[in-house]
């Protein structure tokens, strides 16, 4: 069935280094890709989004690469700050089915 | 920011309670969805529906039920509640595939 995973459950960086985040996904119908941030206690919070058509996409500070080819994804966040540590997922949605499946989360920490 | 809100943020109920979590938004979307997330987990979806009178159940099997009577109204009902059924629940809405989400309401069945 459909699927989205994470590399890695936890990150830890330097505080002013980059970080990436990584995710595969299964469905090579998916034709949509969302980020999200989820800190302690919250909900899921909109980072950035990247349709198939395009391989890369970039907003402040942080930067989404598709590779439709391996069915991967990243999330990079430039200069990290201590306001970035949160779990990050990331989601698939096939338009088809109009239905975003989740990952399981890295959790990213920061060290000052 | 999304205007989508969830009541209550925490609750704590005795088993076979029946419980009933409230979910609005205020941005006209037509879909609408409920998520089950366990601390630091990934998030299963329960429930969606498309628009008034649609519900469908999702990925992740639920005793609980859902009603959409109003395009900005999707509550989520528990008949009998269980320890099993201690979570976070997460409501979202969506437009154009982008999700945007409530708090979550955290419940605890005791």
């Known amino acids: 069935g459909e699927s989205v995973g994470l590399h890695l459950p936890t990150l830890s960086v330097q505080e002013g280094d980059n970080s990436i985040i990584n995710c595969a996904y299964s469905n090579s119908a998916s034709d949509y890709f969302i980020w999200y941030k989820q800190e302690s206690g919250k909900g899921p919070q909109f980072i950035i989004d990247?349709?198939?058509?395009?391989d890369k996409r970039q907003g402040q500070r942080v930067t989404v690469l598709l590779n439709k080819t391996v069915k991967h994804l990243s999330l990079q966040i430039a200069a990290t700050q201590p306001g970035d540590s949160a779990v990050y997922f990331c989601?698939?949605?096939?338009?088809?089915?109009?239905?975003?499946?989740f990952g399981q989360g890295t959790r990213l920490t920061i060290n000052p | 920011e999304a205007d989508i809100y969830q009541t209550p943020r925490y609750l704590v109920i005795g088993t076979g309670k029946k419980i009933t979590l409230e979910c609005s938004q205020t941005?006209?979307?037509?879909?609408m969805y409920w998520y089950q997330q366990d601390p630091g987990m990934e998030l299963h979806l329960i429930h969606y529906?498309?628009?008034?009178?649609?519900?469908e159940k999702g990925d992740l099997s639920s005793e609980s039920t859902v009603s959409r009577i109003r395009t900005e109204h999707f509550p989520l009902t528990l008949e009998s509640a269980r320890p099993s059924h201690t979570s976070q629940y997460l409501c979202?809405?969506?437009?154009?595939?982008?999700?945007?989400f409530g708090q979550g309401t955290r419940l605890t069945v005791v």
């Open positions: 979202a809405s969506s437009q154009r595939g982008r999700a945007f």
């Open positions: 990247i349709r198939s058509n395009m």
């Open positions: 529906s498309y628009g008034v009178n649609s519900t």
């Open positions: 989601a698939e949605n096939n338009q088809g089915a109009q239905k975003l499946v």
């Open positions: 941005m006209g979307h037509d879909k």
